[in-house]
């Protein structure tokens, strides 16, 4: 399970994040909508533990991200949105280095290296070097890499970005697979509403470093008072954070 309790953050005078509280439990895909600079990728960076924040608490099945961040961190999966790959290496031999960090039995790291290649229909390519590689082809190495180890807890920052619709299909079932026959507890960021309509059990909706409402997508519906699609509910939802605010 994923905890955030009254999370804060401040960059100066700028309050990116402010008190925000959620919860993603084993088994769930919780979808983080919101708009830019709306505090989605600062939120997702504090819970992986690449930044501090200023007040609050998370945690990764019951350890505490700051004051555990080993344990916690053995927990957890993260594709950032911008990831980091050795170029010179090819993939193959980049999910190996990946898969010998969290200590994966080998026979057993080479098997989920091929079936997620040929899952991803990367196989051919696999020992070419991942400089040569479109934006894409990377998108799909760093959800491997993420997705390596069985993480309880997977953060996924815009997954299907750079993708073609069926590799964001395929990419879109593995995140499933993950959420419904391993049990993580999915958190995953993005700005197109068809993804966190069809595969996200519930959704939150940040705007202006607050979260203003967490629900399925009927809840969210009646909370909006107007509107059918994801869309229209969002559009409805952060209009009326906005006239609150004013």
């Not at 916690?72 to 980049?94: C, H, I």
């Not at 807890?153 to 593995?174: C, H, R, W, Y």
């Amino acid at each position: 399970m994923l905890k955030v309790t009254n999370m804060h953050k401040n960059y100066g005078d700028l309050k990116a994040v402010q008190g925000i509280d959620f919860e993603v439990r084993p088994g769930e895909i919780l979808g983080f909508l919101g708009p830019n600079g709306a505090g989605k990728t600062t939120t997702i960076k504090i819970c992986s533990g690449l930044l501090l924040p200023t007040e609050g608490e998370v945690t990764l099945c019951d350890y505490d991200i700051v004051k555990e961040p080993t344990q916690a961190k053995k927990q957890l999966g993260y594709v950032p949105d911008d990831p980091f790959l050795y170029e010179k290496l090819t993939g193959r031999q980049f999910l190996e280095f990946v898969g010998e960090i969290y200590d994966i039995n080998p026979q057993n790291r080479h098997q989920k290296i091929e079936d997620m290649m040929e899952q991803l229909e990367l196989t051919d390519k696999a020992d070419e070097l991942i400089g040569s590689y479109s934006r894409g082809m990377k998108r799909k190495i760093a959800l491997m890499a993420g997705i390596i180890h069985s993480p309880k807890v997977l953060l996924l920052d815009e997954p299907t970005l750079g993708l073609d619709a069926v590799s964001a299909k395929k990419a879109k079932d593995i995140i499933k697979e993950m959420a419904y026959k391993k049990n993580t507890a999915v958190l995953l960021t993005t700005h197109v509403m068809e993804i966190a309509e069809q595969i996200c059990d519930r959704i939150a909706v940040i705007n202006k470093g607050k979260l203003v409402a967490v629900g399925t997508l009927e809840e969210l519906q009646q909370k909006a008072k107007d509107g059918t699609t994801l869309e229209e509910v969002f559009v409805n939802i952060t209009k009326q954070q906005t006239s609150d605010l004013g």
